[in-house]
C-alpha cells in the first residue's frame, strides 16, 4: 500500500512569493490533515478535510493560506503571499475515518523562505 | 483541553543502554495515546499507541510504553538502544476521533 505522497520536499522562495504543496493520501482515506510544524516542535493543525469539506479550519491563518480538496482525493496548500516566519515543514496526514484512529503522515514539504 | 508535556527536549543514551522517553497529558477524561518517531527529513511514523485494554504497549522495533492513569503518563521504553533509534520522537493525545494534540518532542541520540 502506499503512503501519504508529498510534493515538493523542499523549496525555497522569496518573500512575498506565492507557494503551494501538494499532498496525495492514502488510498480510501477519507480524512485529511495539514500540519505545521516548526523548528523544534511538535505538529500543529492547520486544516482538517473530511471528503473534500474542510470540518476544522480554526487554526489555519486565512489572510494568506487557503487550501481545498476539490475531489475529496488529494489537497493543495497554498500561502500567498509568504513570510519570513513561514519558514517550517508542512506536513499532510490521512486517516480512514470509519476504521481506526491512527493518522499516517507524509514525509511532509521543507519550506524556507528568505 | 487535552495538552501533553514530553519532559527532556534531548536525551542521549550509550548503544546498549536503556531508553526513557517521558511524556505526561492532561485529560478530563482517558484519552487515546500515541507515539510517533521522525528520522532526519522524514515524515512521523507511529510507534505504538493505546486506545483501550491492556495498558502496557508493545510497538515495533522494540519499544514499549504503559498507560499509567494515575500518574497521566505513558512513559516509551526500550531496553537496549540501537544506532537506529537515534531520531526525534513525539508523543501525542487524542481526545476525540480527529483531535490530536502532540507534544514538542524529544530528540534521542545513541552513543556508541
Known amino acids: 500500500e502506499a503512503g501519504v505522497v508529498q510534493s515538493p520536499r523542499y523549496k525555497i522562495i522569496e518573500k512575498k512569493q506565492p507557494v503551494a504543496f501538494w499532498c496525495n493520501p492514502i488510498?480510501?482515506?477519507?480524512?485529511l490533515y495539514w500540519y505545521l510544524q516548526n523548528l523544534g516542535q511538535g505538529p500543529e493543525l492547520l486544516i482538517r478535510?473530511?471528503?473534500?469539506?474542510?470540518?476544522?479550519d480554526s487554526q489555519l491563518p486565512k489572510d494568506r493560506f487557503s487550501a481545498e480538496r476539490l475531489k475529496g482525493v488529494d489537497s493543495t496548500l497554498k500561502i500567498q503571499p509568504a513570510e519570513l516566519g513561514d519558514s517550517a515543514v508542512y506536513l499532510c496526514?490521512?486517516?480512514?475515518?470509519?476504521?481506526?484512529?491512527?493518522?499516517?503522515f507524509g514525509p511532509g514539504t521543507r519550506l524556507l523562505v528568505l | 483541553a487535552q495538552s501533553v508535556t514530553q519532559l527532556g527536549s534531548h536525551v542521549s543514551v550509550s548503544e546498549g543502554a536503556l531508553v526513557l522517553l517521558r511524556c505526561n497529558y492532561s485529560s478530563s477524561v482517558p484519552p487515546y495515546l500515541f507515539w510517533y518517531v521522525q528520522y532526519p527529513n522524514q515524515g512521523l511514523q507511529l510507534l505504538l499507541k493505546y486506545t483501550t485494554g491492556a495498558t502496557l504497549v508493545k510497538g515495533i522495533n522494540g519499544f514499549e510504553a504503559e498507560f499509567k492513569k494515575s500518574e497521566t503518563s505513558f512513559h516509551l521504553t526500550k531496553p537496549s538502544a540501537h544506532m537506529s533509534d537515534a531520531a526525534e520522537y513525539f508523543c501525542?493525545?487524542?481526545?476525540?476521533?480527529?483531535?490530536?494534540?502532540f507534544g514538542a518532542g524529544t530528540r534521542l541520540t545513541v552513543k556508541p
Open positions: 478535510y473530511e471528503n473534500e469539506e474542510a470540518v476544522d
Open positions: 488510498s480510501g482515506h477519507n480524512t
Open positions: 501525542a493525545v487524542s481526545l476525540l476521533p480527529n483531535d490530536m494534540r
Open positions: 496526514a490521512s486517516k480512514n475515518r470509519d476504521r481506526e484512529e491512527t493518522q499516517y
